[in-house]
């Protein structure tokens, strides 16, 4: 049971690791919008990092319910 409680918490910091470095990625992005579908490309890149967000802060509250525990 402990081991399968830390391989959970492994993973779990792993895609906190993982959201926060494509959030970063994604923040670097230059937009070209001389290129053709650009304009997609931004607004797919902008929904992407809204959800990578919303997952960050349900994988956080739940990393900080399980440190009450």
Same mark, same amino acid.
């Given at each position: 049971?402990?081991?399968?409680?830390?391989?959970? /918490?492994? @993973?779990?910091? +792993? =895609?906190?690791?993982? %959201?926060?470095?494509?959030?970063?990625?994604?923040?670097?992005?230059?937009?070209?919008?001389?290129?053709?579908? /650009?304009? @997609?490309?931004? +607004? =797919?890149?902008?929904? %992407?990092?809204?959800?990578?967000?919303?997952?960050?802060?349900?994988?956080?509250?739940?990393?900080?319910?399980?440190?009450?525990?």
């Amino acid at each position: 049971m402990a081991d399968q409680k830390k391989t959970a /918490e492994g @993973d779990r910091t +792993r =895609a906190l690791r993982h %959201l926060r470095e494509l959030i970063a990625a994604l923040d670097r992005r230059v937009p070209h919008v001389e290129r053709v579908g /650009e304009v @997609d490309i931004a +607004r =797919a890149a902008t929904a %992407l990092k809204k959800k990578a967000l919303q997952r960050l802060a349900k994988l956080e509250s739940e990393t900080d319910e399980s440190a009450l525990n």
